[in-house]
């Protein structure tokens, strides 16, 4: 009876199977949540540039009066709006969450404090002329979180932080109205 049952392999599939399914089910969760990694990662870089785009059709947040002495303004929006050391536009709260806004259209889960607009003398145009000023105008992205959601048991896992994403555009003008 003993060699029988030694000499029976019947079960022996299911023991192998028990053996690599939490091997399987390890990659097959690490495939998708790497999948979704990846598409929040495109879906930022997106944002990014739908949200430079929102800043060249928006009147600028900072007054560039300064530009091309500053060289470079940078608004962040960090609980309050603020431009450095450069004057706000009067409408800046408006233009910068117009700018937000068109961001979080395609990735909802950035907030204000994650958006930097920085306005950059590009040497074409000036302020005295018709056509005005033409900065070069950059939105980044930094700080961005991805939460995993099938790995997030693996303490390790829970979150990452995600690289800065920024998109340049020269403007089309600036006057100082």
Known sequence: MLRRLLR??????????????????????GAIE??????????????????????????????LDTLQAMGTITCTNAGSLSCGSATKHTTAAANFT??????????????ASNVAISY??????????????????????TGVTHQFTLLSIIPALDNIVLPSFSTSVVANAYTTS
């Open 8 to 29: 029976d392999s019947g079960g022996g599939a299911l023991v192998e199977f028990g053996l690599i399914l939490p091997t399987l089910l390890l990659v097959s969760f």
């Open 34 to 63: 790497f999948t979704i990694t990846m598409f929040d990662y495109h879906r930022l870089g997106e944002a990014a540039r739908r949200g430079a785009r929102q800043a060249i059709m928006s009147p600028p947040v900072a007054k």
């Open 98 to 111: 117009a700018v937000l806004s068109a961001i979080q259209e395609i990735a909802p889960g950035v907030g």
């Open 120 to 141: 950059t003398w590009s040497g074409i145009g000036d302020l005295s002329t018709p056509g005005g000023i033409k900065p070069v105008v950059t939105v980044q992205l």
